[in-house]
């Protein structure tokens, strides 16, 4: 879509151009008496039913025709009542064009978007006709850059919360048609924050919750579930969708052991609900992997703890810890040597009483350490000063004997000149 300045330049009268329009539709002479009689608004009501047949015009031709109809009606104080009937034909098949159609019809589309001023409430059914002709033609990268000012046209727009509802629930459709994954999941999320707290239990929020949840859940990318866990509507999947919050609640802070025995105490739920269990059982690995490396402390992780908590061969450690990395969730390096995984930096899948217990005692440790050094650079200070002191006494010393001796021999040297002098 582009800015809003963009407009149509037509010429010719409303009178004109309307009975012009009319014989391409086939229907001049029942237009002819309502346009002499000055009747636009029924002349104008005619044109649109008719228009139909546009979405059949030679593609040369679908363009012009079709924006001379948004032209006439633009102009009509009635614009609001017709152009949700134009925007419903666009988003139907264009017969003549099936190749090129739907770009034909959302550049009609994006005209009549941009020509409505930007408070415009119908401009809201002319961005969902939008959303349905990308859904359908799989043009997603065509509305992509116009989702960074979609807030700000809600605003515009005074849209309530079930409509941005549908809004974003149309979006996250057509980016997972698109194979967007990450938009449609954002997508989705936001239109669970738009669920009040009277509604966070609705068949619709529990449904939607969980549709983000599997795509959480599946996503080879995805492995900070906060984002799902702090929304009201995933928490109100408990208890009416224990099943699935625990399984969330696994994926969140848990480790490898307690994902299989929800297998084997859900057996069959993965399968049922479409998911994988190869793939949920390789996130679990590298989360737990994870959560082993927040959780140790003297940052040295042998290879021998790695594979108990992973369940896997010693000699597969490797492959494992160099996954974590590329994962994201861990930096560090493998000592084969000493068969340690040094770690130098992990991120905490979860942050509550237990995590502040690890950093106290961590501080605590830094502490000691820190008293320690603090320790020795004291004693080496005072060793290099007491050393100093040696040395400047020494120095000290020997420049004393050596200005006693020079001394001596001045005086005896004066008293011989005296003697040298009297005789």
């Known amino acids: 879509m582009a800015p809003s300045t963009q407009q149509v330049f037509i010429d010719g009268t409303f009178a004109d151009l309307a009975q012009e329009l009319a014989e391409y539709l086939n229907i001049g002479p029942e237009i002819q008496p309502l346009l002499e009689e000055n009747k636009k608004d029924d002349a104008l009501k005619r044109l649109v039913t008719t228009s139909t047949a546009l979405n059949s015009s030679p593609e040369k031709e679908f363009t012009a025709a079709y924006n001379l109809l948004v032209y006439l009606v633009i102009q009509s104080p009635s614009v609001n009542i017709f152009l949700p009937r134009i925007c419903e034909n666009l988003s139907r098949p264009i017969l003549s064009s099936p190749v090129n159609g739907p770009g034909l019809a959302l550049s009609v589309l994006t005209t009549v978007f941009n020509l409505l001023q930007p408070d415009n409430e119908v401009r809201f059914n002319v961005f969902q006709a939008i959303l349905r002709l990308v859904k359908t033609s799989g043009l997603f990268e ?40 990450e938009q449609s999941y954002q997508y989705i999320l936001k239109a669970l924050r738009t669920f009040d707290k009277d509604e966070v239990s609705s068949t619709e929020a529990q449904n939607l919750s969980i549709r983000a949840l599997k795509i959480a859940l599946l996503s080879s990318t995805h492995f900070d579930f906060h984002d799902l866990t702090s929304l009201a509507t995933v928490q109100a999947l408990n208890p009416p969708q224990e099943v699935w ?159 006693g001796m020079g001394a001596g021999r001045r005086i005896g040297g004066r008293d011989n000149m005296v003697e040298m002098g009297t005789d």
């Open 245 to 403: 919050w625990e399984l969330l609640e696994i994926f969140s802070e848990k480790e490898l052991e307690d994902y299989n025995d929800f297998r084997d105490e859900h057996e069959g739920f993965i399968e049922e609900q479409g998911l994988s269990n190869s793939k949920l059982h390789r996130k679990m690995r590298l989360l737990t992997l994870a959560s082993v490396a927040a959780s140790t402390n003297s940052r040295e992780l042998e290879y021998k703890r790695i594979a108990k908590a992973l369940q896997i061969p010693s000699e597969d450690v490797e492959m494992w810890v160099i996954d974590v990395i590329r994962a994201g969730l861990v930096e560090g390096k493998l000592s084969q040597q000493k068969q340690v995984f040094l770690v130098h930096r992990t991120t905490y899948r979860v942050f509550g009483d237990k995590q502040w217990r690890e950093v106290a005692t961590r501080l605590d440790q830094w502490k000691e350490s820190l008293r320690a050094v603090k320790e020795v650079i004291s004693r080496e200070r005072q060793a290099a000063e007491t050393q100093k002191e040696r040395e400047m006494h020494e120095v000290e010393r020997k420049v004393a004997g050596a200005s």
């Open 142 to 181: 065509m509305l992509r850059p116009q989702l960074k000012k979609l807030d700000t046209w809600l605003v515009e727009w005074d849209v309530d919360d079930e409509d941005q509802r549908k809004l974003f629930g149309q979006i996250a459709d057509a980016a997972e048609d698109a194979g967007e994954e």
